[in-house]
């Protein structure tokens, strides 16, 4: 009788890999070798692997991560070349292991290696159902104190808008410390923003259902080699994740952001127009022309600023961008007016027509905006 076909499903007697840990690095050369040892003799009993995924940091950690692969087999790679992101790179790890089990933890030594058995325990206890359990500095027997004032401030204020917004009490929503489920995570990977540095709040907020959670504490530890990475970007791409979130997604945040700059331009034009007309003695005709240009221009520079911040265009980019916004606004203007107009032939009533011509021309505006002067191509 011939072989039975090898297939698919054959499982070993106990699988290969029952939990990978996701360090997510840049820089953290200095960190590799002292956190592998580390996570060795706090995983002994365990079958594990770590992924670290790298985003080309250019002193070298891929390379040298790869080196200690050669001799541990436990230790692997991903090496992204041309991005970046915490959260982005914590998703690829996770979706690189086949482990039921996944942790995500800092490079830089912050996160004790000495919890992850609890956390292996706590995940596996049949009568406590979790699905995920984050390791918190915010519950009875944790610590921050390694934390600066500053950083104390602003991670303060970014908890308590994490908990109205996506409405959980958790006590450290901003933790870069917890293990889930990986069908947990397949549960909710399709919905992850992956923007900015809060993978586990991003997890927490896209879940189709509530997650049963528990914090379990430990001492958060000052950083070892290298330095942090949170700068004021990814404070406002935090910021953005939770408009988004708190929107639901129904109104793009940045059509909000885009309107809002829109309504500020318009009190840069009358104050221009004011200006021009009243003060200077300038014809009416210029100026409005005059009001119209510096109104777009500030709109285009708060636009590049805030609304389109993650793709700000710089340079020659900068000038061509102006340009092609004044073209887009020029032709916003005049369906604007069409439309008003149109509208008021037939109904007559004055603020109706003058509104819907306003929003046909600011939706039109951030589409191409969009499409052409930042290239959003998602
Ligand atoms: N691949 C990749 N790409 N890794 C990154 C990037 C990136 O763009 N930016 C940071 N990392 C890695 C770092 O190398 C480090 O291993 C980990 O992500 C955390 O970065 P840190 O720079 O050490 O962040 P932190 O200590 O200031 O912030 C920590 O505390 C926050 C709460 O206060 C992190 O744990 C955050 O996740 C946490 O929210
Ligand atoms: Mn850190």
Request: proline residues 6%.
């Amino acid at each position: 009788m011939p072989p039975a076909a090898p297939t698919e499903a054959a499982p070993a007697a106990a699988p290969t890999v029952e939990l990978a840990v996701i360090v997510p690095t840049f820089n953290e050369i200095g960190n590799l070798d002292p956190l592998i040892d580390r996570l060795a003799a706090a995983l002994a009993p365990w079958r594990w692997e770590v992924i670290f995924v790298d985003d080309d940091s250019p002193d070298g950690t891929a390379a040298a991560v790869r080196a200690r692969a050669l001799i541990d087999p436990r230790v692997r790679c991903v090496h992204r070349i041309g991005r970046r992101g915490l959260a982005s790179a914590c998703i690829e790890g996770i979706q690189a292991t086949a482990a039921p089990l996944v942790a995500v933890m800092d490079a830089d030594l912050q996160h004790d290696e000495a919890l992850l058995p609890t956390m292996i325990a706590a995940l596996a206890d049949p009568d406590a159902g979790l699905d995920i359990v984050i390791g918190s500095r915010n519950v009875d027997g944790a610590n921050a104190d390694s934390l600066t004032p500053a950083r104390r401030l602003v991670t303060g204020i970014a908890t308590r808008a994490a908990r109205l917004v996506v409405g959980t009490d958790l006590a450290d929503p901003m933790s870069g410390y917890f293990m889930l489920r990986r069908s947990v995570f397949a549960e909710v990977v399709r919905g992850l923003s992956g923007r900015g540095f809060k993978i586990l709040l991003d997890i927490l907020a896209s879940a189709p259902r509530p997650l049963r959670y528990r914090e379990l504490p430990f001492q958060f530890r000052p950083r070892h080699a290298g330095e942090s990475k949170l700068d004021p970007s990814q404070i406002w791409e935090y910021g953005v994740l939770l408009l988004t979130k708190l929107f639901g997604g129904v109104v793009p945040i940045r059509f909000v952001l885009f309107s809002l700059v829109g309504g500020l331009g318009t009190v840069v034009h009358m104050v221009a127009l004011g200006l021009g007309f009243g003060l200077l003695g300038l014809s009416f005709v210029v100026s409005q022309v005059v009001a119209t240009v510096l109104a777009m221009t500030s709109n285009f520079v708060l636009n590049n600023l805030v609304t389109y911040r993650d793709r700000r265009l710089k340079g020659r980019g900068l000038v061509i961008g102006l340009l092609s916004f004044y073209v887009i606004c020029a032709i916003g203007a005049v369906a604007n007016v069409g439309i008003a107009r149109w509208m008021f032939a037939g109904l007559e009533v004055w603020w109706a027509a003058g509104l819907a011509g306003a929003l046909v021309g600011a939706v039109w505006n951030y589409a191409m905006a969009s499409l052409f002067t930042w290239r959003i191509t998602h």
